[in-house]
């Protein structure tokens, strides 16, 4: 027998219902991979808040928790997805899918390789990095307080109010100075006093003004002390050094800062110190008879009337 000749038109009607047919045969299957995928991100959605909180509550660094808690979020989202396409027959496509995203990877490797070296930066320092949340840092000429952390850049709160985003990658390859990693922090200053005061005097004045003030650290590690500095032009410079909590850096290194350098004038002044300053000289040379100079009277002092 010769097979009767389909149409064109025929033929795709006989197609599309045999794929009508096929499809109606896997639609459960679908439906069912859809429904596990849906199931399996609010199921995840739910466990990372779960383990979120329970991170957090044993874990002191925020960085680490979250980056654990997202880290179970996606690894849950992943096993839905193959779950949902074996359920649905697919395991084909499962092992393309891995074998696409592992080649996309790589190419997205070369296109961003800015974004993904801050990706792998923070990866590194959720684990291990030089300070954490609330920590005065400066990193490069950025100086400031740590105020959150994600895995592409580092938040810092300046103290003039800027808030500074800095690449990770940048925190992990630059020097990074942590001014409250211990809680200490050594502050220090100069005061100038005249040659003709007693140095001895002054130092024990300065001393016990330190040693008076309940907001400055002392113990047998931090010693606060005060030395002869420098023989200056005018002045004998006294080097006052003090320790002090850097938990609220800004209150402890500057203003607990400014009121130690008033007080020591006070009580110096008070005491009879002189607190000179600079001493000009004025120099004649053999090419000059003098130098003529004019005095203005001061506007707070006027002229006595003549008798």
Do not use: C
């Not at 080097?239 to 002090?244: A, I």
Request: proline letters at 4%; hydrophobic letters at 45%.
């Amino acid at each position: 027998m010769i097979p009767l000749l389909q149409s064109p038109g025929q033929t795709i009607q006989n197609s599309l219902e045999t794929y009508y047919h096929e499809f109606l045969k896997v639609l459960p299957r679908i439906a069912m991979a859809i429904l596990v995928i849906i199931l399996g991100v609010l199921l995840a959605q739910v466990l990372t808040n779960f383990y979120k909180r329970r991170f957090q509550k044993k874990s002191e660094d925020p960085l680490m928790s979250k980056f654990l808690a997202q880290a179970v979020k996606i690894i849950l989202i992943i096993i839905a997805i193959m779950i949902a396409l074996r359920v649905a027959g697919l395991d084909g496509i499962a092992t393309g899918l891995l074998t696409a995203v592992g080649g996309g990877a790589i190419i997205l490797g070369f296109a961003f390789q800015d974004i993904g070296k801050n990706f792998l930066a923070g990866i590194i320092l959720a684990f291990n990095r030089p300070f954490n949340i609330n920590d005065t840092i400066k990193v490069d000429d950025i100086f400031g307080r740590v105020k959150a952390l994600s895995f592409r850049y580092s938040h810092i709160k300046t103290f003039d109010g800027r808030d500074i985003y800095i690449p990770n990658s940048d925190v992990l390859t630059k020097p990074v100075e942590n001014y409250t990693a211990d809680g200490f922090y050594r502050v220090d200053f100069t005061v100038g006093i005249g040659y003709e005061d007693d140095i001895v005097a002054a130092k024990k004045t300065i001393q016990g003004i330190l040693d008076s003030n309940e907001e400055i650290m002392r113990d047998a590690e931090h010693e606060n002390f005060v030395i002869e500095d420098e023989l200056a032009a005018s002045t004998v410079n006294l080097k006052v050094f003090f320790w002090v909590d850097t938990v609220d850096y800004r209150r402890s290194s500057r203003v607990l800062r400014g009121l130690i350098i008033r007080e020591v004038k006070e009580e110096l002044f008070k005491k009879g110190f002189n607190l000179p300053a600079d001493i000009k000289e004025l120099k004649i040379y053999g090419t000059e008879d003098a130098i003529p100079i004019k005095f203005r009277n001061s506007p707070e002092f006027p002229k006595k009337e003549k008798q």
